[in-house]
């Protein structure tokens, strides 16, 4: 799988990210710069995580606009598999490609610790060698992490299987 990773100012964890996607695909993503139109010929988009343009206005308001989000938007609209981990998934939510938004945590207070997630789906290429209800450990680091949407929005992402994780029992760090 050829995969392409974009890195906007702010964003920090391109390295882990494509240490990862070489490891698992054992070819070198393509680091895409934010200022580019267009993405080179790829399988997969993946936007790591961090704080693009320091998190001013809202987390990922800044970069959504930036040149490469059109192309990212015209070619995940025909099919192009698109991640976005952390700070990746709010830009692509401030981008429109995915709906509800992120707000501040409920405790108003930035969440920087592990926390267990349960996974939701295993239909899905990252998450098929999972177990249905298995619980996973991973890290977070946030402010804005609370994500929202209508109730009418979220009952079909439920329907459709695109709620692949959800937080663990009491493990939920942010309100979402």
């Not at 936007?47 to 206005?57: A, K, R, T, V």
């Not at 926390?115 to 996973?136: D, I, K, P, S, Y």
Request: charged share 20%; proline share 5%; with cysteine.
């Amino acid at each position: 799988m050829k995969s392409a990773v974009v890195l906007f100012p702010g964003l920090n964890r391109e390295t882990d990210m494509m240490m990862a996607l070489e490891a698992i695909s054992g070819t070198k993503p393509v680091l895409v710069w934010h200022t580019e139109a267009e993405l080179p010929q790829v399988d997969l988009v993946v936007i790591p995580g961090g704080f693009s343009y320091g998190d001013y206005l809202r987390c990922g308001a800044i970069a959504a606009r930036s040149p490469i989000m059109g192309d990212i938007r015209a070619k995940a609209l025909k099919g192009l598999k698109v991640l976005g981990v952390c700070n990746g998934f709010q830009i692509l939510t401030e981008a429109g490609l995915l709906p509800g938004a992120l707000v501040r945590n409920a405790g108003l207070r930035f969440v920087c610790r592990e926390v267990r997630l349960r996974v939701e789906n295993t239909r899905t290429w990252f998450t098929n060698q999972l177990n249905q209800g298995a619980v996973v450990s991973c890290p977070v680091a946030h402010g804005e992490g609370n994500y929202i949407c209508e109730e009418e929005t979220l009952k079909r992402l439920e329907g459709d299987g695109q709620v692949v994780f959800r937080y663990a029992e009491d493990t939920n760090p942010n309100g979402a």
